[in-house]
């Protein structure tokens, strides 16, 4: 299966270059289905077809379903839900309101998540194309599954013990509901399914990102840091799609200063993004509003081309040996004024960029071995660990320096 996912700063086309692929796809016999994750919802007003939170077929070929949390609460997270009112009502809160509560941070971007699982695992689909929220919240969503794997790894296991020895305990003599086995049951599956998503969405062979951006000086530096943020997270971001350029037949006396501006800002965009694989449309002369009108910028898009080609399959990461020494690298092509952090804890290095976190679980090979420093180099992050030849000839020395100290005396 292949995923195909749409980001960029809000307004720059998303939806619309997200429908256009997924009709193009689907017109070239691929089995298709468009998500929209964005709580504000675009999609069906691009097609000006009405989709739901339920799959919907929209025409040959094509499936499509706007996310939506009430329908996913009512569908998918019923004994989660179930606890977190039952919890809150404990606590004396209204059973209405406590239902409106029990929406925990992140239940909307699992939703999401999980579809792609379900269609990866279901087989009735040859592409999935995702239409994201603006870039704050597409970073959120997937950055998600790392983030959810961290806690659960460091938090999970200990709280089911303290819930089974509470059960026995205060359990007893309290009125406040404890979680179920049934609940814990759930808290589980999410943790494997999220690492399969996390899988899913790493790997170059089946995700890619696209990101769509506008000729604009603001828009360029927003694409650069998500461009850098989803480096970080693993994801390879394999083209880029520059939407709604002004023709140069607009010329004249209002135009001019735009087309000036625009030609510099597509120069920029060149030099900066290269070798990215460049997509390209034109403004269209209408709103580009319906199946037809998408179908059109899809032309605009692709030409005769398959929407569905892979154009790049280049890691972010990557791990070998260079002088002696054990180097995992990290692509961070525009670190831009980030603070950057590293620091290692046994088996994980973590990074941390502003204010995005990623932690990393090293190879048995780097595991506990001395960190030698860092380097950014050509944009990518190159932290150099102690290697097998580095520390026996370390090793040597110290052997060396004993038996010479030992002779001194």
């Excluded at 404890?178 to 998503?197: A, H, I, K, T, W």
């Excluded at 030409?303 to 569905?308: A, E, F, L, N």
């Excluded at 950057?340 to 204010?355: F, H, P, S």
Aim: proline fraction near 4%.
């Amino acid at each position: 299966m292949r995923i195909i996912i749409y980001t960029g700063k809000g307004g720059v086309g998303k939806t619309s270059v997200a429908a256009a692929t997924a009709l193009r796809a689907a017109a070239l016999g691929h089995k298709t289905v468009i998500i929209s994750t964005d709580a504000a919802h675009s999609l069906s007003d691009a097609l000006e077809f009405q989709l739901s939170g339920r799959i919907t077929k929209i025409a040959k070929n094509l499936d499509g379903i706007e996310v939506d949390i009430q329908y996913e609460l009512e569908n998918r997270w019923k004994e989660i839900q179930s606890y977190l009112s039952d919890f809150l009502a404990s606590q004396g809160m209204d059973a209405v309101t406590a239902k409106e509560m029990a929406v925990f941070p992140g239940m909307e971007l699992m939703s999401a998540l999980f579809y792609m699982e379900e269609f990866h695992k279901g087989k009735q689909y040859d592409t999935v194309i995702m239409d994201t929220a603006p870039t704050a919240d597409t970073l959120r969503l997937l950055a998600f599954p790392e983030t959810a794997n961290w806690y659960f790894d460091r938090l999970f296991h200990m709280v089911r013990n303290v819930i089974k020895v509470a059960r026995l305990t205060v359990g007893k003599i309290i009125s406040t509901p404890l979680p179920s086995d049934r609940f814990l049951e759930d808290l589980e599956n999410l943790r494997e399914r999220l690492g399969y998503v996390r899988d899913l969405l790493t790997d170059p062979e089946i995700t890619s990102i696209r990101l769509v951006v506008n000729p604009e000086r603001m828009v360029i530096s927003e694409t650069q840091r998500a461009y850098t943020y989803l480096c970080l997270y693993g994801y390879t971001v394999e083209s880029i799609v520059i939407n709604r350029i002004v023709p140069d037949e607009l010329g004249g006396d209002y135009f001019d200063a735009k087309l000036e501006e625009q030609r510099k800002y597509l120069k920029v965009i060149d030099e900066a993004f290269s070798p990215l694989k460049t997509i390209s449309a034109r403004m269209m002369p209408r709103e580009v509003l319906g199946i037809k009108a998408l179908e059109g910028l899809g032309d605009e898009l692709f030409g005769k081309d398959d929407p569905t080609t892979i154009y790049s399959m280049e890691s972010p990461m990557k791990m070998y040996d260079e002088d002696d020494k054990s180097v995992l690298a990290i692509k961070l092509p525009f670190p831009m004024d980030q603070k950057l952090e590293l620091y290692t804890r046994k088996d994980d290095l973590t990074v941390q960029l502003g204010a995005f976190k990623k932690s990393i679980t090293l190879p048995h090979s780097m595991a506990n071995k001395e960190v030698l420093g860092a380097d950014m180099e050509d944009g990518w992050l190159k932290v150099k660990f102690q290697g097998e030849d580095h520390g026996k000839r370390k090793d040597r020395k110290k052997r060396r320096g004993r038996k010479e100290a030992g002779k001194a005396r």
